[in-house]
C-alpha cells in the first residue's frame, strides 16, 4: 500500500515538472515571437525615402520616378475608361535580372489611394502598352492607374517600392527564382493638377 | 558497426547531392546545332537564312507606318522551320547575348508582318518568317538562339543554335515586308 502511494506521488511530480516545463517552453516561444515581431516592426519603420530621380534598385528592377499627375487620357492616347479619372507616374525602369519580364506589376504600390488594383504600364518611346522590359535596356515608362472619378485625391502622392530576391535554388523545386523581399524604398510624388501626358 | 554506418551515411550523403534538381528532371530535351546548318529536333527543325541587325526598322500595319527605335540594336533573324509529325507552333524564341543573359523576341514587333511568332508550322510545309529581337549593342557577339513551343519547355523538345558574329556595322534602317526583309 504504502509502495503505491509513493509510486503515485512520484507520478503527480512528474506530471507537475512536465506541466511546468510545457508552460516555461511556451512562454519562451511567446516571447520570442513577440520579440522577433517588434523587432520586425523597427525593422520595417527604417525604410529608407528617396526623392525624385533617384535610382532605387529593388533587386530585379532599378526605378527611379520622374513625377506624377492626372492625364486628361491614357499615354497611348486612348481615352479614359467613363466614370474614372487617371494617375499617372513617370519613371525609368530598367530590368536588372538575366531575362527579358513583364512581372513589374507589384513593383509599385500607392499606400493613400484606396485599394488599387496592379497599375497598366506603357512604354513612352512607343506610345503603347509596355510588354517585356529586355535587360540592360531603360525605358522610360508610365504606370497608371485607374480610380473611380469620385474618389478624394491626395495632394501627395506616397509609392512603396516593393523589393525581389534572386534564389539560385529555391526551398520547393531547387530551382533559380524571384522571391519577395518587402519594402525596399517609399517615395511621396505631388499629385498636382491636371496634366496631359504627352510627350515625345 | 560503427564504420558501416559512417558508410552509410556518406554513400547516402553522395547520393542526395548528386541528384539532379527537379527543373533539370522535367527541363527541355536540347539539340544544339551551328547557323550553317540545318538543326532538327525530333519535332522540328530549323535552318537560319539570314541575320540582320539595324538601328530601327519599319513596316506597314494596317497601312499605317510604324517605325520602332531602340536605345540598342534590332535583330531579325530570318529562318525555315519544319514539323515532323505533327503541328507545332514555334511561339517562344530567344537570343542568348555574350553576357549570358537571354533576351526574348521583341514583343514591340510582334506585329510586323511575316514574324514566325505568328505562324503556325504545319509537317510537309516548311514555313519561312522572321524572328525580331531587340538587345543592347554589346550583347552582339557570340549569340546563340533558341527555339522551342512555348517558353521554358519542360519535357519538349528546344532546338539551340550558335550564330556567327557579324562584322559590319548595323543598318541605319530595316524594312520588314510582307515577302520578308
Not at chain 1, 539560385?168 to 524604398?185: E, I, K, Q, S
Not at chain 2, 519599319?58 to 514539323?83: H, I, M, P, T
Amino acid at each position: 500500500m504504502g509502495g503505491l502511494k509513493r509510486a503515485m506521488r512520484s507520478k503527480t511530480g512528474k506530471a507537475w515538472l512536465t506541466k511546468l516545463l510545457a508552460g516555461a517552453g511556451g512562454l519562451l516561444a511567446a516571447s520570442i515571437s513577440l520579440g522577433y515581431t517588434l523587432y520586425e516592426r523597427r525593422q520595417a519603420d527604417v525604410v529608407p525615402q528617396v526623392e525624385v530621380a533617384t535610382p532605387v534598385d529593388a533587386g530585379r528592377w532599378k526605378v527611379s520616378f520622374a513625377g506624377s499627375a492626372l492625364a486628361k487620357e491614357m499615354p497611348n492616347g486612348a481615352k479614359i475608361s467613363p466614370g474614372k479619372k487617371a494617375i499617372v507616374v513617370s519613371m525609368m525602369l530598367e530590368n536588372l535580372s538575366a531575362q527579358s519580364s513583364n512581372l513589374y506589376g507589384s513593383l509599385i504600390k500607392p499606400t493613400n489611394l484606396p485599394d488599387t488594383p496592379k497599375p497598366q504600364y506603357y512604354l513612352s518611346r512607343d506610345r503603347a502598352i509596355l510588354w517585356d522590359l529586355q535587360p540592360r535596356m531603360p525605358e522610360a515608362v508610365t504606370a497608371v492607374w485607374e480610380v473611380p472619378a469620385n474618389v478624394a485625391l491626395p495632394d501627395v502622392l506616397r509609392l512603396r517600392v516593393e523589393g525581389e530576391f534572386f534564389k539560385p535554388r529555391d526551398n520547393l523545386y531547387n530551382a533559380p527564382g524571384w522571391f519577395p523581399l518587402g519594402t525596399v524604398a517609399e517615395i511621396a510624388l505631388p499629385l498636382d493638377g491636371e496634366t496631359s501626358e504627352t510627350k515625345p | 558497426m560503427i564504420p558501416a554506418v559512417l558508410g552509410a551515411a556518406a554513400l547516402l550523403a553522395a547520393l542526395q547531392a548528386t541528384t539532379p534538381p527537379y527543373a533539370t528532371l522535367t527541363g527541355p530535351i536540347s539539340t544544339v546545332g551551328r547557323q550553317s546548318d540545318t538543326v532538327s529536333s525530333d519535332t522540328f527543325s530549323v535552318k537560319i537564312n539570314r541575320v540582320l541587325k539595324a538601328k530601327s526598322i519599319a513596316y506597314k500595319q494596317f497601312g499605317r507606318a510604324v517605325d520602332l527605335q531602340s536605345s540598342g540594336v534590332w535583330v531579325a533573324v530570318s529562318a525555315e522551320l519544319q514539323a515532323f509529325q505533327k503541328t507545332v507552333p514555334v511561339r517562344a524564341a530567344t537570343l542568348i547575348g555574350s553576357s549570358g543573359r537571354m533576351y526574348r523576341q521583341s514583343r514591340r514587333a510582334g506585329d510586323a508582318p511575316n514574324v514566325l511568332s505568328t505562324k503556325t508550322v504545319q509537317p510537309g510545309l516548311p514555313t519561312t518568317g522572321l524572328l525580331v529581337f531587340e538587345l543592347p549593342e554589346d550583347e552582339l557577339r557570340n549569340m546563340k538562339l533558341v527555339l522551342s513551343e512555348q517558353y521554358d519547355p519542360q519535357l519538349k523538345d528546344e532546338i539551340s543554335v550558335s550564330l556567327e558574329t557579324i562584322e559590319t556595322a548595323p543598318q541605319a534602317r530595316l524594312e520588314i515586308r510582307k515577302d520578308g526583309v
